[in-house]
């Protein structure tokens, strides 16, 4: 079955950095377009970023535009978010999530991993 | 940006009602809306994609309507497994997908 793992958070100061990285197995990694959605501690779900398939073509939300990079490696499964220049309303637990069409980008979340909590603070 | 509105906030049922969660975006989105459930320390779970199809593996007891702005989702009797947080998620204006801020159905 499909599974996502998520690694690399944990506490940093404002203004550094961090990469997440999500291990993905159980399908076909090069086929879907993925995702990172957060959530704020005890707050909503908010969309981050997504990659093609073929990592060609990626968008950021509006929020994280200029500081937040979306990667993929399809020949080790693995997705990555490279976070720069991090505030404390960066704080939440990350989720990567396998977008639910094949090939194409269609922006719903058919699954997901456990999420790894990234804590921005000095 | 597409506003998602739900309501109620919160919703205490007993075991074995019926459920009504809505959702009003504050503009069209056609039927590309979805349905999430999220229970405590766990990521979330697609329930109903575009308006009204069960994902894989959802239960019949739960189901979805409506297009455009109002959406439903109705869970038929709610099971102990059920109480938890509904979040609604349109992909219309992607990519700037938005989410709204979720329905709690906690036990009465």
């Known amino acids: 079955q499909v599974q996502l793992v998520e690694s690399g958070g944990g506490v940093v100061q404002p203004g550094r950095s961090l990469r997440l990285s999500c291990a993905a197995s159980?399908?076909?990694?090069?086929?879907?377009?993925m995702h990172w959605v957060r959530q704020a501690p005890g707050k909503g779900l908010e969309w981050v970023a997504v990659?093609?398939?073929?990592?060609?073509?990626?968008y950021n939300a509006d929020s994280v535009k200029g500081r937040f990079t979306i990667s993929r490696d399809n020949s080790r499964n693995t997705l990555y978010l490279q976070m720069n220049s991090l505030r404390a309303e960066d704080t939440a637990v990350y989720y990567c999530?396998?977008?639910?069409?094949?090939?194409?980008?269609?922006?719903?979340?058919?699954?997901w991993g456990q999420g790894s909590l990234v804590t921005v603070s000095s | 940006e597409i506003v998602l509105t739900q309501s109620p906030a919160t919703l205490s049922l007993s075991p074995g009602e019926r459920a009504t969660l809505s959702c009003r975006a504050s503009?069209?989105?056609?039927?590309?809306l979805l349905w999430y459930q999220q229970k405590p320390g766990q990521a979330p779970r697609l329930l109903i994609y575009?308006?009204?199809n069960r994902a894989t593996g959802v239960p019949a007891r739960f189901s979805g309507s409506g297009s455009g702005t109002d959406f439903t989702l109705t869970i038929s009797s709610l099971e102990p497994e059920d109480f938890a947080v509904y979040y609604c998620?349109?992909?219309?204006?992607?990519?700037?997908?938005?989410f709204g801020p979720g329905t709690k159905v906690d036990i009465k």
């Open positions: 990659i093609s398939y073929n990592g060609n073509n990626k």
């Open positions: 159980g399908f076909t990694f090069s086929n879907y377009a």
């Open positions: 575009d308006a009204s």
């Open positions: 503009q069209s989105v056609s039927s590309y």
């Open positions: 998620q349109q992909r219309s204006n992607w990519p700037r997908i938005t």
């Open positions: 999530a396998k977008d639910g069409s094949i090939a194409a980008a269609d922006y719903y979340f058919d699954s």
